[in-house]
Each structure stands twice: as C-alpha cells, then as structure tokens.
C-alpha cells in the first residue's frame, strides 16, 4: 500500500493498514479521528487507547498522560531567552535527525497530533535511511564513508534540556542489514568533543560527508498535515524534520511507540 493519508474508520484493518503504509513510504497521515473538539484530558485518553494498538507507548518519567504526550510549540518569549531549548520549544525549522538517537533503544515510531497547524510552513519532512544509502553508495568516497560509518560506534551527547546527568552512549549511526538509522548531528559532534581520544579522523570525515549528503538530498520528502490530523513517521529507517514557520500559535503533540 501506497498512500499518505488513511481516513480513520471503524473496521478491524486500520492498524494493519498504518504499520503497512509506514513500512512501505515511511510514513503516514491518518485523518478524521474528531478529537479537537474534546479537552485535554479526554482526548489524550482516546489518543492513548488508539496509539497503545501500534505499540508501547514511551513513559518518560511514569507519571501518567503527562510524560506519554509532549507538547511541541512555542515556549514564549521569557522561556526561550533563559533556557537551554529544544526544537520543540521554539518556532522555525528544524533539521533532518532521528528522535532518541541518544537513547540506548530508540522508539520504532514517532507520533505527533496536530492541535494547531501553522498557518504558514511548518510541514514535515522524511528521508529514508535507503536513499541515504544509495547516495553514499553511488562514488567510491561515499562507499569508502559508508564502510567507517557502519563499521565504527559513534558517541551520542545526550541533550541537558532532555537529561542533565546521563553522558553519552556509543552506536553506530548507520546499519546496512536492518537499514536503520541514529542519527542528530548535535548530539554526535558534542559527544566526539568529549571523546577525542576515542574517536579517529577517518570517522569525523565520514560523518561530515553524510551531513553534507543529508543536507543535499534530493530524494526529501514533504507532506503537510491540518488540525485534527494524526502524523506517524518511521523513526528506525529514516530522518524527519520541519521547514521553517513563524506561526506562534502552531502545537502539536508528540509521542513515541515502539512496535
């Protein structure tokens, strides 16, 4: 199957159709689940029953809706200004990178409920860990990058906004049997700061030369979503990110599955 938008329904095959729609494009926008008319609370809880049939929800901190659902929108002036942000507190674009990549076991999806669209900008990107891959592959450069970048661990700064105590976590940033992908190029740079000793220039090479890929990819794709809509991105074999917006207003809601 291949298609972006899937209509909510009630028939049994929904969640097949979500997983095959994933696995085949690598993501997918589900549409019509009428849940922004209800508050807070109560659609966090029918967003909780319906995602929890994909697969396990990640509790940040096991207390509840609170640390499942995370809010990406802007912070306010006062908050940006004086604290150490992520993309998800602050209005712009955000680059192509992989949620937890600093995580030991990074979720297999990531989830975001559209609140508020942007009125302008703001869509979603996605570039898939194959046509990385091919790209690399088709010089003899790229597959001379390829071969240190698949076989080496890298290092992973953990973010402080995220976690101020754990340090890094070494892993390789790509895998040619199972395709899948860690990748944030902040965390990786930060993380080679701490372990220079650890770290050859052969694989500081290659990781700027995949930058630089990912940054000219043409294979990118974009794909808009509007209030109510149910975004589900293939966080394993593949990049995400958004193009820039200034729209104060836009708040998604973010999780993540693991399947």
Same mark, same amino acid.
């Given at each position: 199957?291949?298609?972006?938008?899937?209509?909510?329904?009630?028939?049994?095959?929904?969640?097949?159709?979500?997983?095959?729609?994933?696995?085949?494009?690598?993501?997918?926008?589900?549409?019509?689940?009428?849940?922004?008319?209800?508050?807070?609370?109560?659609?966090?809880?029918?967003?909780?029953?319906?995602?929890s049939?994909?697969?396990?929800?990640?509790?940040?901190?096991?207390?509840?809706?609170?640390?499942?659902?995370?809010?990406?929108?802007?912070r306010?002036?006062?908050?940006?200004? @004086?604290?150490d942000?992520?993309?998800? /507190?602050?209005?712009?674009?955000?680059?192509?990178?992989?949620?937890? $990549?600093f995580? /030991?076991?990074?979720?297999?999806?990531?989830?975001?409920?559209?609140?508020? $669209?942007?009125?302008?900008?703001? @869509?979603?990107?996605?570039?898939?860990?194959?046509?990385?891959?091919?790209?690399?592959?088709?010089?003899?450069?790229?597959?001379?990058?390829?071969?240190?970048?698949t076989?080496?661990?890298?290092?992973?700064?953990?973010?402080?906004s995220?976690?101020?105590?754990?340090?890094?976590?070494?892993?390789?940033?790509?895998?040619?049997?199972?395709?899948?992908?860690?990748f944030?190029?902040?965390?990786?740079?930060?993380?080679?700061?701490?372990?220079?000793?650890?770290? $050859?220039?052969?694989?500081?090479?290659?990781?700027?030369?995949?930058?630089?890929?990912?940054?000219?990819?043409?294979?990118?794709?974009?794909?808009?979503?509007?209030?109510?809509?149910?975004?589900?991105?293939?966080?394993?074999?593949?990049?995400?990110?958004?193009?820039?917006?200034?729209?104060?207003?836009?708040?998604?809601?973010?999780?993540?599955?693991?399947?």
């Amino acid at each position: 199957m291949n298609q972006k938008y899937i209509l909510s329904a009630n028939n049994n095959s929904l969640i097949e159709e979500i997983h095959n729609t994933v696995q085949s494009i690598g993501y997918c926008i589900v549409r019509g689940l009428n849940l922004n008319h209800l508050d807070d609370s109560r659609r966090n809880k029918k967003l909780f029953d319906f995602l929890s049939q994909l697969g396990m929800l990640t509790n940040h901190k096991d207390d509840g809706f609170k640390s499942i659902f995370w809010d990406i929108k802007y912070r306010g002036d006062d908050y940006v200004i @004086n604290n150490d942000i992520t993309f998800s /507190e602050d209005v712009g674009e955000c680059p192509l990178h992989s949620d937890s $990549s600093f995580s /030991e076991n990074p979720e297999s999806y990531l989830v975001m409920y559209v609140v508020k $669209s942007a009125n302008d900008g703001g @869509n979603s990107l996605f570039l898939s860990s194959s046509d990385i891959v091919n790209q690399l592959s088709k010089t003899e450069t790229g597959k001379k990058h390829l071969k240190t970048l698949t076989g080496n661990l890298y290092s992973f700064k953990t973010p402080t906004s995220f976690d101020k105590k754990q340090g890094v976590i070494w892993g390789n940033i790509l895998s040619l049997n199972t395709q899948m992908i860690r990748f944030r190029s902040d965390c990786i740079y930060k993380g080679i700061e701490e372990n220079r000793n650890k770290v $050859s220039k052969e694989m500081v090479l290659a990781l700027d030369y995949l930058v630089n890929v990912i940054k000219n990819a043409s294979d990118i794709q974009e794909f808009s979503a509007q209030d109510d809509d149910l975004i589900i991105i293939d966080n394993v074999n593949g990049l995400h990110a958004r193009t820039d917006y200034t729209d104060k207003n836009r708040h998604y809601i973010r999780a993540r599955i693991t399947v």
